[in-house]
Every structure is written in C-alpha cells, then in structure tokens.
C-alpha cells in the first residue's frame, strides 16, 4: 500500500486544519519536523487520499467512514495509529530540545515485540414435567421491554440458572421446599452472566487465549524479554504463568440445558475481545466487543545512536530534529508494514466440547463492516456482534475508537463515545471546548442484525444506559455538559436532547436546558413522554421533563429531595421509586434512602413516602449503581435488594460489616421494612465447615441477588442460596443450597486446631 493521507510529510499540509487545538509552539515543531528526507518524500506521494479522514477536533459534526474494501479498511485503521504516534513523538521532541539533558534518559523503543504477530490483548435427571409450574416468577430487571439483559441469575420458574464461580448450576426451583440442585457444568474462563432462551443458555465469560483455544504458538503476543526459550509447542507443554496475562479473550458458549442433569457444551465463540453490553432479542444475542490495541511505538531515539549526552558536547537542534524525523519514519514504516489481519479482531469457533484449533481463526465481521469516526476516538476498537441462535452464525461491524455506553432499543444499537476521556490519550493538545459525545445508530434490518444508518452528537456525558432512551423513533439524551477535566472552571448544567435520523444524521429537533446549574445528573429515567433528571447537589432536585412534543420539551415541574438518589424505577401509574443516599443538616451523604414520588400531576411532583435505614454513612445497596440487583414483585407489593452497613460485632472488638437481602413493602402509601436475610451462618450449617465466629470484617458472606417465585424468595450470595416463605419469614429459610463447588471452598472458612 502507498504511505496514504496522513503519511508522515503528508501531515505537514493538514496539520494545520487538523491539529487546530495545538499550541502555537508546537506546531511550528511538528511542521519543521514532517520536512523529511528526499527519499521519503517520494514514497508519501504515493496513494494519498484527498478527503480528511482522522481530525481531532470535536466541534465537527459526527459521522463514521466506512470501509469500501480490506484496502481501505486497513488505511482508515492505520491513520489513527499513525495519528496518535506522532503527538507522542512531537511532545517527545519538545522536551529534547527544551531540556539541556533528556529528563527520562531518552529510553530506547518499547520492548513490546514487534515480530508482526496478530495482537493479544485483554444424580437426579431434572425432568419435573409432572410438576404443576408457578403462576408467577420474577425476570431480569431491564431496561427495556422485551429486551433481556445478561444476568448471573434466571428462573423460568420451576428451575433456577446461576453462576457460581466457574460453573453454572441448574437448580430444582418448584416446589420451594423441594430445592435441589440437578445439574452444573464448567464454564470455560471465569463466567460473569449469561443469558437464558428455552432450553439454551448463553454464557459470557473471561478466559485467556492458551485456555479456551487449542494449539497456539506459545510465543505469540509476547515480549521479547519475556519468552522463554524452553517453552514447547504442543498441548502437553505447561505455559508459563505469565503469559496468560498477555492473551485476555472473551467467550460465549452456548449451554443445551434439555437435560438438566447433564448440561452439555454447543458451541463456543472466543473472541480477542472484551465483552460488554450484551441484549437478547428474541432468537438474536447483540453485544459489544472492546478491544485493547496498543500498537508498539518506538517514542525516543536511542541516544547512544542517535547523540550522546556528555558533559563537553550536547546535541545540536538540527541533530535532535533529525533523529526524531528518522523515528517517525521508522514508526510509520511499522505500522504499515502489519498485515491486515493484525488490525482486526478475531474469532474461533468450537462445537461441543471440542475447542477451536488456533489455526481456524476467523475475521470477525467483514472488511466493509470496518467504521472510522471523524474525529480521534482513540485506539480501541468495539464491535457491535450478533450470535443467531438458530443459524450459529456471527455477524459484526468494528469501529475504531474507545466507547462508552451501549444501549439497544427495539430497533436499533446506539454507541457514545465523549472526550472526557480521549484528550487524556493525546499529549499536550490544548483543547478548551466543552465535553461532547458522539452517538451512533446501528439499527435492526429485517433479519436482525445491526448496521450502521446515522451519527449525531450532543453536549455533555452521559452516566449510564438510562441516560439514553428511543421513543416514537426518536432518542432522548440526558447529559452533564460544560468544561471538562482540562479546565479549571466548573460551569455545569444539565440537559435533554431529543435526536431524530434524518439523511444519516441524527439531528437535534428539541432540547431543554438549565437542569441543575453547576451540578451534574445523578440519575436519570425516561417513562413514555416523560423524563426524570435527578441531579446531585445537597438538595438534589427532581427535574420532570415533558417530552410529549419532541420538538418542544420543557421542565414542567421539579422537586427538592433531602439527598442524592441514582436510580429510578417506574411502580404503578404515576408513581416512580427512587434509591439513594439521605444527607444530613451540612449536605453530607448519609445513610440508604428509599423513596416514593407522585409524578401524576408534573407540575407538582410529590413526595408520598420515604424511609432512610441504616447506622453509617456508607450503608447502601448495589441495586443504587447495578439495575439488576433491584428485584420488584408487583402483585406483592414486595421489593427485595442487596443491602450492606457496619454493626457492633458480637464476635470481634468494633465493627463488622453486614450483607443482607432486605425486604420491604411498598406501595403507595407506605415503605416498610419487612426483613432481613442474611447468609452469616450460612456456611456451617450447610456446608459442613465450622465458621468458629470467623464471620468478622475481614471476609463476610455477601448476598447480592434474589429471585422471586410466587409467595417465595431466593436469596443469593457468595456460597448459595436460601429459600423463604414470605408469607412467613420468622420462621426461617424453608430450604437451602450450597452453589459453591467443594473445590472452591476456601480455606479460611474452617477452623484450626
């Protein structure tokens, strides 16, 4: 391939529209250094592409290129590598020249290798079918409406599915007294959810490429320093410890749960990527694949080459210049000089318990499903992957750059991306703006899978998933704008975007502003036409937004609250629940708060009822930042979370901190506390080790989940499950299960002679 647009001379001519935010100083550096040799000016004529593709300034309006081909595909990657190079090197540059002595010793290249290897990165048979099923078990709580969300806990009601450490263990859930465990399987990798469709679940997990792949070089994606040469090529060879750090991949497996007693592997799917994100709609699973590229760049000359420090000589400017222009180059050369495959992600396929062979990789998505955003996103890459469940197939599309959120509607996937964060990676560029984020739509073509269709951009970040919400075809955006991390100044507001497609943009039709002046969004919901921003100052107010008219949303009423809630969850009609922290006299976080809003008339939000529990500041619940720790059973009016706080110790001197399942009863006119579950002295009694009063602040059995069947509760922690009849909870658990596998049973639980 010819050097291409952003060669190193090349960059001399666009430099001064792209690097706009640079100081003045700088840029004369850069422009004087991109003046190279005659011969490389030869070479970057060659192949030079007319239209700007990589910018770093934010205030253009967002949009992602698309590759035509693999040729272009690995162009547009290239560009941004040999963007970021080059800032690096420039600053690099500066200090050599500024410095009368190299500040860091001018350290030689990386010791990254650079051999052009593909990049590494991060007994019973369980048939119940003469058992009448429930009427009523609790789901995952999602976001969305018939978009499901990777769980570590589900039930279809007359069996539970959770993951315990590696495993997942099928439960006999039905009848509650009957709980037994049937079934379990080894999950390649470390398992952190899963999903469940009939008899399949689909397990995502963390493992390393040596593990979950059979025949890999032992050498790849090491550094040079860290091989080891007595090392072999073969399955039996043991790898060295460390290089399982090096080689991070993410694997799907899908779980045939038919049988129950005897859960078996389908097929597996590694990818060189870390997975995130994931929804499951109908027969389709969409999610999201980030991928660590951290190209080896050489970012000093060597002295010993190139000058030499000393006492009687220092290096002319003309001799630093020189040597700096000769390391760009040389990092260009690098760059382009990988293969294709090097730039993208990659994917092995293993059916049943048969790994994948290393030497069946595949590319994951094609080449014209590569998307570059017009402005630096940073190195990462995301891939935006759907599993088809009736077909096995993969489709994806990858786009450069580092992502922030992911939210899936019915009928699409929007990526953000803001520059909070980015500017960190670009050294010494002098941006003043205001913090934006680039959004853009992938949405559902008949057959399910995403593809890219608009880009938009708005002010500001958003905290989470729910900060983002299609409705009517329209997405809403809640955002903390003003300066970032860079500046001094904490000029905050809040606002709503409302975004609608429009000739593959997504374009701004409505906006309300002015939402907590000189704060930021603590929580946010949208219900319908209608918003809720809280935002986190001392007296955190409740702003409610009317979007009935997209075009013209406004504040219709807002609500001082004593505190800082963060999440929001809809109860009956007109009626939203908040978790929180309380705040005491001075506007410090105290203590966990629940409470009720009557949102019916807009103009008059409400408080109707509140309750704040707990001894210290600290005391909260998981379900304040993880949406699927908060489990609502409506019919019952009953809602069941994790929550933790510090109680005097009846076995050590002080304080030891408590995990409980906490029970209440809400409804519109009373939160009460019901109980507490709690998992202390669960290991005794059912799994055969004596605590001996270990249950003190150095380790406590947490219990961080809950499934609701009919009258009846599970509760889920680091060990297993107990099972409670609320209708009764005084009289104990009506059954209990150890999940932990015996293998997995630490030491420090027993006690010693």
Same mark, same amino acid.
């Given at each position: 391939?010819?050097?291409?647009?952003?060669?190193?001379?090349?960059?001399?001519?666009?430099?001064?529209?792209?690097?706009?935010?640079?100081?003045?100083?700088?840029?004369?550096?850069?422009?004087?250094?991109?003046?190279?040799?005659?011969?490389?000016?030869?070479?970057?004529?060659?192949?030079?592409?007319?239209?700007?593709?990589?910018?770093?300034?934010?205030?253009?309006?967002?949009?992602?290129?698309?590759?035509?081909?693999?040729?272009?595909?690995?162009?547009?990657?290239?560009?941004?590598?040999?963007?970021?190079?080059?800032?690096?090197?420039?600053?690099?540059?500066?200090?050599?020249?500024?410095?009368?002595?190299?500040?860091?010793?001018?350290?030689?290249?990386?010791?990254?290798?650079?051999?052009?290897?593909?990049?590494?990165?991060?007994?019973?048979?369980?048939?119940?079918?003469?058992?009448?099923?429930?009427?009523?078990?609790?789901?995952?709580?999602?976001?969305?409406?018939?978009?499901?969300?990777?769980?570590?806990?589900?039930?279809?009601?007359?069996?539970?599915?959770?993951?315990?450490?590696?495993?997942?263990?099928?439960?006999?859930?039905?009848?509650?007294?009957?709980?037994?465990?049937?079934?379990?399987?080894?999950?390649?990798?470390?398992?952190?959810?899963?999903?469940?469709? =009939? #008899?399949? &679940?689909?397990?995502? !997990?963390?493992?390393?490429? $040596?593990?979950? @792949?059979?025949? +890999?070089? *032992?050498?790849?994606?090491?550094?040079?320093?860290?091989?080891?040469?007595?090392?072999?090529? =073969? #399955?039996? &060879?043991?790898?060295? !410890?460390?290089?399982?750090? $090096?080689?991070? @991949?993410?694997? +799907?497996? *899908?779980?045939?749960?038919?049988?129950?007693?005897?859960?078996?592997?389908?097929?597996?799917?590694?990818?060189?990527?870390?997975?995130?994100?994931?929804?499951?709609?109908?027969?389709? @699973?969409?999610?999201?694949?980030?991928?660590?590229?951290?190209?080896?760049?050489?970012?000093?000359?060597?002295?010993?080459?190139?000058?030499?420090?000393?006492?009687?000589?220092?290096?002319?400017?003309?001799?630093?210049?020189?040597?700096?222009?000769?390391?760009?180059?040389?990092?260009?050369?690098?760059?382009?000089?990988?293969?294709?495959?090097?730039?993208?992600?990659?994917?092995?396929?293993?059916?049943?318990?048969?790994?994948?062979?290393?030497?069946?990789?595949?590319?994951?998505?094609?080449?014209?499903?590569?998307?570059?955003?017009?402005?630096?996103?940073?190195?990462?890459?995301?891939?935006?992957?759907?599993?088809?469940?009736?077909?096995?197939?993969?489709?994806?599309?990858?786009?450069?750059?580092?992502?922030?959120?992911?939210?899936?509607?019915?009928?699409?996937?929007?990526?953000?991306?803001?520059?909070?964060?980015?500017?960190?990676?670009?050294?010494?560029?002098?941006?003043?703006?205001?913090?934006?984020?680039?959004?853009?739509?992938?949405?559902?073509?008949?057959?399910?899978?995403?593809?890219?269709?608009?880009?938009?951009?708005?002010?500001?970040?958003?905290?989470?998933?729910?900060?983002?919400?299609?409705?009517?075809?329209?997405?809403?955006?809640?955002?903390?704008?003003?300066?970032?991390?860079?500046?001094?100044?904490?000029?905050?507001?809040?606002?709503?975007?409302?975004?609608?497609?429009?000739?593959?943009?997504?374009?701004?039709?409505?906006?309300?502003?002015?939402?907590?002046?000189?704060?930021?969004?603590?929580?946010?919901?949208?219900?319908?036409?209608?918003?809720?921003?809280?935002?986190?100052?001392?007296?955190?107010?409740?702003?409610?937004?009317?979007?009935?008219?997209?075009?013209?949303?406004?504040?219709?009423?807002?609500?001082?609250?004593?505190?800082?809630?963060?999440?929001?969850?809809?109860?009956?009609?007109?009626?939203?629940?908040?978790?929180?922290?309380?705040?005491?006299?001075?506007?410090?976080?105290?203590?966990?708060?629940?409470?009720?809003?009557d949102v019916t008339d807009p103009a008059n939000p409400k408080s109707v009822n509140r309750l704040v529990i707990g001894?210290?500041?600290?005391?909260?619940?998981?379900?304040?930042?993880?949406?699927?720790?908060?489990?609502?059973?409506?019919?019952?009016?009953?809602?069941?979370?994790?929550?933790?706080?510090?109680?005097?110790?009846?076995?050590?001197?002080?304080?030891?901190?408590?995990?409980?399942?906490?029970?209440?009863?809400?409804?519109?006119?009373?939160?009460?506390?019901?109980?507490?579950?709690?998992?202390?002295?669960?290991?005794?009694?059912?799994?055969?080790?004596?605590?001996?009063?270990?249950?003190?602040?150095?380790?406590?059995?947490?219990?961080?989940?809950?499934?609701?069947?009919?009258?009846?509760?599970?509760?889920?922690?680091?060990?297993?499950?107990?099972?409670?009849?609320?209708?009764?909870?005084?009289?104990?658990?009506?059954?209990?299960?150890?999940?932990?596998?015996?293998?997995?049973?630490?030491?420090?639980?027993?006690?010693?002679?």
């Open positions: 391939m010819g050097i291409g647009y952003y060669d190193v001379a090349r960059l001399n001519f666009k430099f001064g529209i792209i690097l706009a935010p640079l100081k003045e100083d700088n840029m004369k550096i850069i422009k004087r250094s991109l003046l190279l040799s005659t011969s490389l000016l030869a070479l970057v004529l060659v192949g030079c592409a007319d239209d700007e593709v990589v910018a770093l300034d934010w205030s253009k309006p967002a949009a992602l290129t698309v590759a035509a081909d693999c040729a272009q595909a690995e162009e547009l990657i290239e560009q941004v590598f040999i963007t970021q190079m080059v800032m690096q090197i420039e600053q690099n540059r500066k200090t050599a020249l500024e410095e009368e002595e190299c500040r860091w010793n001018c350290p030689g290249p990386s010791s990254t290798d650079d051999t052009g290897s593909s990049p590494n990165y991060p007994g019973n048979t369980g048939d119940s079918t003469d058992v009448k099923s429930p009427e009523y078990f609790s789901e995952t709580n999602t976001q969305v409406k018939d978009i499901d969300e990777v769980d570590t806990v589900k039930t279809d009601g007359k069996y539970i599915y959770a993951i315990s450490r590696a495993d997942l263990v099928v439960v006999k859930s039905w009848p509650a007294a009957e709980t037994d465990e049937v079934g379990r399987i080894t999950i390649e990798g470390l398992p952190t959810g899963f999903f469940l469709k =009939d #008899d399949k &679940a689909i397990v995502f !997990s963390l493992s390393h490429l $040596y593990s979950a @792949v059979k025949g +890999v070089p *032992v050498r790849e994606g090491m550094p040079i320093g860290d091989q080891d040469e007595d090392a072999v090529d =073969d #399955d039996s &060879a043991p790898y060295p !410890s460390h290089y399982y750090d $090096y080689n991070p @991949v993410s694997v +799907v497996s *899908v779980i045939d749960l038919s049988d129950k007693s005897n859960p078996k592997v389908e097929a597996t799917y590694t990818f060189d990527d870390g997975a995130f994100g994931g929804r499951r709609i109908g027969d389709k @699973v969409h999610f999201a694949l980030s991928r660590p590229m951290d190209f080896p760049f050489y970012l000093w000359p060597v002295p010993d080459q190139d000058w030499r420090y000393d006492s009687r000589a220092q290096p002319t400017a003309d001799t630093i210049n020189m040597a700096f222009d000769k390391l760009i180059q040389k990092n260009v050369e690098m760059i382009r000089a990988k293969p294709l495959t090097y730039w993208l992600p990659r994917m092995w396929i293993g059916h049943g318990n048969e790994k994948a062979s290393y030497d069946d990789v595949q590319i994951l998505g094609a080449c014209e499903a590569v998307h570059t955003p017009n402005v630096f996103s940073g190195l990462n890459q995301l891939s935006l992957a759907t599993l088809d469940l009736e077909t096995g197939e993969v489709a994806a599309s990858t786009i450069q750059g580092n992502w922030g959120h992911v939210y899936a509607s019915n009928n699409a996937i929007y990526i953000a991306s803001s520059n909070w964060d980015i500017y960190r990676q670009l050294p010494h560029v002098d941006y003043t703006g205001d913090v934006q984020t680039q959004i853009h739509k992938f949405a559902f073509d008949q057959s399910g899978e995403a593809h890219y269709t608009a880009s938009g951009k708005v002010l500001g970040y958003g905290i989470n998933q729910f900060a983002f919400d299609e409705h009517n075809g329209n997405l809403r955006v809640a955002t903390t704008d003003g300066k970032g991390w860079w500046s001094q100044e904490d000029d905050t507001e809040s606002r709503v975007t409302v975004l609608q497609e429009k000739e593959g943009q997504l374009k701004e039709i409505g906006m309300v502003r002015g939402l907590g002046l000189g704060d930021r969004i603590s929580g946010v919901r949208f219900i319908g036409d209608m918003g809720y921003v809280i935002t986190s100052e001392p007296t955190a107010p409740l702003h409610v937004i009317d979007l009935g008219d997209p075009t013209n949303p406004n504040i219709a009423g807002e609500l001082k609250l004593s505190g800082v809630s963060s999440y929001i969850h809809p109860l009956e009609e007109g009626l939203v629940l908040t978790l929180g922290k309380d705040s005491d006299d001075e506007g410090r976080s105290v203590r966990f708060r629940i409470e009720i809003l001894n210290w500041w600290d005391a909260g619940s998981s379900a304040m930042g993880d949406h699927k720790a908060f489990n609502y059973d409506r019919a019952r009016n009953l809602l069941a979370i994790p929550f933790t706080d510090w109680v005097e110790s009846e076995h050590v001197d002080g304080l030891e901190f408590k995990s409980v399942l906490a029970l209440f009863k809400v409804s519109a006119d009373t939160i009460e506390a019901v109980a507490e579950i709690e998992h202390k002295d669960f290991f005794a009694q059912h799994s055969g080790h004596d605590q001996c009063n270990g249950f003190n602040s150095d380790y406590q059995v947490n219990v961080d989940h809950s499934v609701f069947i009919e009258d009846y509760v599970y509760s889920f922690g680091d060990l297993g499950m107990l099972v409670h009849d609320t209708r009764d909870l005084e009289k104990g658990y009506v059954a209990g299960l150890t999940l932990l596998a015996p293998e997995y049973i630490p030491n420090y639980y027993t006690c010693s002679d």
